[in-house]
């Protein structure tokens, strides 16, 4: 079973993308990085995917990381998506973090949060999965981030 990471950049930066496993790693050929950059305001662009069945372990915890940063290589925003291996698959949780905040986030959700960087730039995330319309029979992670006007909320 795969579950796909999509990303909405609503921002007007071109933004890269890398994919991390801090901790235990999930072997190559059972995630993948689909796009290493997304252009400003370039919706629902899908970046990355983990299969939750081969390479997971029962018990064992595992995290990806999908690091969103600006043309500087600062980050704006990290996805997480962490996995507990269950005897036939894995269960999922989702998260968002960077120097500004650190959301659990946990199940489906959706979360919302938001922060202002050190150049007094306002910013929101929101992040939920759930089966997308027109995408595959499993349950997909969605990220929209966008920077924000004072007093506007996520």
Same mark, same amino acid.
């Given at each position: 079973?795969?579950? +796909?990471?999509?990303?909405?950049?609503?921002?007007?930066?071109?933004?890269?993308?890398?994919?991390?496993?801090?901790?235990? =790693?999930?072997?190559?050929?059972? *995630?993948?990085?689909?796009?290493?950059?997304?252009?400003?305001?370039?919706?629902?662009?899908?970046?990355? *995917?983990?299969?939750?069945?081969?390479?997971?372990?029962?018990?064992?915890?595992?995290?990806?990381?999908? +690091?969103?940063?600006? =043309?500087?290589?600062?980050?704006?925003?990290?996805?997480?998506?962490?996995?507990?291996?269950?005897?036939?698959?894995? +269960?999922?949780?989702?998260?968002?973090?960077?120097?500004?905040?650190?959301?659990?986030?946990?199940?489906?959700?959706?979360?919302?949060?938001? *922060?202002?960087?050190?150049?007094?730039?306002? *910013?929101?995330?929101?992040?939920?999965?759930?089966?997308?319309? +027109?995408?595959?029979?499993?349950?997909?992670?969605?990220?929209?981030?966008?920077?924000?006007?004072?007093?506007?909320?996520?």
């Amino acid at each position: 079973m795969a579950t +796909n990471v999509y990303i909405n950049n609503l921002t007007p930066l071109t933004v890269d993308l890398t994919v991390t496993f801090p901790g235990n =790693s999930i072997a190559a050929g059972d *995630w993948g990085q689909t796009q290493t950059s997304l252009q400003p305001f370039d919706p629902a662009n899908q970046v990355a *995917w983990v299969n939750r069945d081969v390479g997971i372990h029962d018990g064992e915890s595992y995290t990806m990381l999908v +690091n969103v940063n600006d =043309s500087s290589g600062n980050l704006i925003v990290s996805t997480n998506l962490g996995l507990t291996g269950t005897l036939l698959s894995s +269960n999922l949780t989702i998260g968002a973090q960077n120097s500004y905040f650190n959301d659990p986030g946990g199940n489906a959700g959706p979360y919302s949060d938001a *922060w202002t960087d050190a150049n007094d730039q306002s *910013w929101a995330v929101e992040f939920s999965y759930s089966l997308l319309p +027109n995408s595959s029979l499993f349950d997909d992670v969605i990220y929209n981030f966008f920077m924000t006007t004072q007093g506007q909320q996520p």
